[in-house]
């Protein structure tokens, strides 16, 4: 018995220093998560901006809701960012709030115009009536999120600074609606306008060694994963 208990022993002590002489990438287990996402190398981190972004299962994005009355949107907002004044043409929203704060506004058209706001915290819900303008804003120094839906398979979604600035209407109405001048006009339009795309980057020595189409393909395939790990992030 003790000839059996010494070998375990000895069969115990051979296995952990065979671990420790492991190389690390043969280790089992994933390393402690010590940030919210890596850089690419490379990068520059005052050009990575946290900014809104909404993903929608509506009827275009989701055919199956057609006829269904119901749609979806999770929305994720970076610090001080804003989802600006817009309106729902076909449905009332219901926002609610996942991680805060959240900073939330309508317009009550019957009301000559009131303005209603409130602070949500996570846990928090409110309504937006079909057809009125309103806007989420997040005031806090983190990421905020929320969860909307929708009593329509296809709300609409109207923008506000898009629909008087991104659709053509003369400059000269603009000019007389809001009381200013052609170059406070131009330069709204301007502003509003998305940022052109970067140029892709010369191939390195390193992605040619790869090889032809193959190394292309890869590199374009890494950037479509890094792209869809910020997406998730931010």
């Known amino acids: 018995m003790a000839i059996v208990l010494g070998f375990r022993r000895l069969m115990l002590l051979v296995a952990v220093v065979a671990i420790q ?3 690390r990438s043969a280790r089992a287990g994933d390393p402690d998560i010590l940030t919210d996402f890596v850089l690419p190398q490379g990068a520059d981190p005052t050009e990575i901006n ?6 929608k299962a509506t009827a275009p994005e989701f055919p199956a809701l057609i006829g269904q009355s ?5 929305l994720v907002y970076g610090p001080g960012t804003v989802n600006p004044p817009y309106i729902h043409p076909r449905a009332s929203e219901l926002l609610v709030v996942v991680q805060g704060p ?3 506004g309508l317009v009550d058209a019957g009301r000559n115009g009131t303005v209603h706001t409130a602070a949500l915290e996570a846990g928090d819900a409110f309504v937006f009536p079909k057809g009125m303008v309103h806007w989420q804003l997040n005031n806090g120094s983190g990421v905020a999120r ?11 979604t109207v923008s506000l600074p898009a629909a008087l600035f991104e659709t053509g ?3 000269a109405v603009l000019e007389k609606s809001f009381r200013t001048d052609e170059a406070t006009v ?8 998305p940022a052109p795309a970067p140029e892709p980057a010369p191939p390195s020595s390193s992605s040619a060694a790869i090889g032809g189409g193959g190394g292309r393909a890869l590199a374009a395939a ?8 910020f997406s998730l992030v931010l």
């Open 102 to 104: 959240l900073l939330v």
């Open 222 to 229: 890494l950037v479509c994963v890094v792209g869809a790990a």
């Open 186 to 193: 131009e330069e709204l339009k301007h502003d509003l306008q």
């Open 146 to 156: 929320a969860f909307s839906a929708f009593g329509s398979a296809s709300p609409g």
């Open 21 to 23: 002489h492991l190389p």
């Open 50 to 55: 946290l900014t809104f972004t909404a993903s």
């Open 70 to 74: 119901v749609s979806f949107a999770a």
């Open 169 to 171: 209407i003369d400059d």
